[in-house]
């Protein structure tokens, strides 16, 4: 299959149909422990060819460590790695088709940015007319021809990632690894080389898993993620669904700000959940979720769902409507942000886009106000 048929048939989202798509990287049961301390912990998980697959997680759950063992850095304590269809778990790192780009990028000081791009195919054997023809490649692939005889400490920092990029591409892998590699950039630089790999991985068809701890980053770049927490896989999804339908309060709160409601379920019908909160006249509304009758559970919504009006100056017959004083505002250029405490005690927060002038902005400090939801734009979640 070409690298373009790759990219269109990647557009099927694959693992919505793995009757007829099979993983390029398939790991089953995977276990990895250091002395008593398990930070692996029996992880299952399918990637699929021309995926940019992000491992998302805080510091110390596991991702980087399970980003080693499909380098081949590590060895499972328990379980299978495949690639392809072989099983590579007991495999060498430089028997695997995969090529790894770490953090600190790693490059020769001593060697120009052609001869840091060019070592890997050397050291496979490849000379001559072939190996001038893949590094050049690879560096118009990144922008970097004009650079190619200059020194690792002649070049900036966004110029060293592409280095590192093209030396790690130079080798036509099935899979490449990436370990928080844009983490060393600048706000401006990064935001540039999220669209580089994004073009990267269209222009080339090569598959690659991320491992980050940025949120942003994760949700700029994936098709899909993992969130992990403490050895273990807590969600699977694309972007959009781990934001909008997230399975737990501990993905719900890693992705973005999020303002809970404790109650207990009431009704649920069409879909709709009704939840009683203790302290409110009235129940709110979420979309349903994995929840019954019965359970406690929470009403979570996102702060850029919520609308907010001085009060009395709310739209009538509102669902999802409450009352409260604005405790905090932060500008924040695009929008603004509120911070409003419920007449029950709640702390909500709020986004404003401000398409107008941020001076004739009609809510501010200490000002009473009403704020309210939809129901389909807000989330019912259980105690986990």
Request: proline fraction near 5%; glycine fraction near 8%.
């Amino acid at each position: 299959m070409s690298e373009r048929a790759i990219v269109d048939a990647y557009a099927e989202k694959p693992w919505e149909h793995p009757e007829r798509h099979k993983p390029v990287v398939r790991l089953r049961g995977i276990v990895k422990r250091f002395g008593l301390f398990e930070a692996v912990s029996g992880v299952d998980l399918d990637v699929y060819r021309g995926e940019i697959f992000s491992l998302l997680g805080g510091s110390g759950c596991g991702k980087t460590t399970l980003l080693r063992m499909l380098a081949g850095l590590e060895t499972p304590s328990e379980g299978r790695v495949e690639i392809d269809g072989e099983d590579v778990t007991e495999l060498a790192p430089y028997d695997r088709p995969v090529n790894m780009m770490f953090q600190s990028y790693a490059l020769f000081p001593h060697m120009n940015v052609a001869s840091n791009v060019a070592f890997g195919l050397k050291r496979d054997g490849v000379r001559g007319t072939e190996l001038e023809d893949r590094v050049a490649d690879a560096l118009a692939q990144l922008e970097l021809t004009d650079f190619a005889t200059r020194k690792p400490d002649q070049l900036s920092g966004g110029q060293r990632q592409r280095v590192a990029l093209a030396r790690a591409i130079v080798k036509r892998p099935k899979i490449l690894l990436l370990d928080e590699p844009l983490g060393a950039l600048d706000k401006r630089l990064r935001e540039s080389a999220q669209y580089r790999l994004m073009k990267l991985a269209d222009d080339t068809g090569i598959t690659m898993i991320v491992v980050t701890h940025d949120q942003e980053e994760a949700m700029v770049l994936s098709t899909r993620a993992a969130v992990m927490d403490k050895g273990l896989i807590r969600q699977v999804g694309t972007p959009e669904a781990l934001y909008e339908r997230p399975g737990s309060r501990f993905v719900a709160a890693f992705l973005g700000n999020i303002s809970l409601f404790e109650g207990v379920v009431t009704a649920i019908r069409d879909g709709i959940a009704e939840l009683a909160v203790e302290g409110m006249d009235n129940p709110l509304f979420a979309s349903a979720g994995d929840v019954s009758e019965g359970m406690p559970g929470a009403v979570a919504v996102r702060p850029e769902k919520v609308r907010i009006a001085l009060e009395g100056m709310a739209p009538p017959r509102l669902v999802n409507r409450l009352q409260g004083t604005v405790e905090g505002l932060a500008y924040l250029g695009d929008v603004t942000s509120y911070r409003v405490r419920t007449r029950q005690g709640h702390l909500v927060e709020v986004t404003r886009a401000n398409s107008e002038n941020a001076a004739d902005r009609d809510v501010d400090w200490d000002d009473r106000v009403e704020i309210w939801f939809e129901p389909a734009h807000a989330m019912l979640l259980g105690t986990d």
